[in-house]
């Protein structure tokens, strides 16, 4: 079955750099549209970086020029390098997986915190 394991959260102050990870299986990952979102304590969830099957890449307007997602197909993994990391950063950031012909993605991880302090 499908599975998407997240890792790499943890603690850091403003200004600092976190690298989360993406470990897929149980489907063709070269061939999904993967994404990060992140849920903040009270607020909704929110996209935050995308990349198609060919590697195309968009971003949520507060995180462009700070994160870079990316993914090693030969891995099945999926990254999200996270730099000049600011305190509304702060989050629960989860992986997510759809065909690249979905309306919505339909598989989860679990979700890996990430805090940042001021």
């Known amino acids: 079955q499908v599975q998407l394991v997240e890792s790499g959260g943890g603690s850091v102050q403003a200004g600092g750099s976190l690298r989360l990870s993406c470990k897929a299986s149980?489907?063709?990952?070269?061939?999904?549209?993967m994404g990060w979102f992140r849920q903040a304590p009270g607020k909704e969830r929110e996209g935050v970086a995308f990349?198609?099957?060919?590697?195309?890449?968009t971003y949520a307007d507060s995180v462009k020029a700070r994160f870079t997602i990316s993914k090693d197909n030969a891995k099945n993994t999926l990254y999200l390098q996270m730099n000049s990391l600011k305190p509304e950063d702060t989050a629960m950031y989860y992986c997510?997986?759809?065909?690249?012909?979905?309306?919505?993605?339909?598989?989860w991880g679990q979700g890996t915190q990430v805090t940042v302090s001021s």
């Open positions: 997510a997986a759809r065909t690249c012909y979905a309306d919505g993605f339909g598989y």
């Open positions: 149980g489907f063709t990952f070269s061939r999904y549209c």
């Open positions: 990349i198609d099957s060919k590697g195309n890449t």
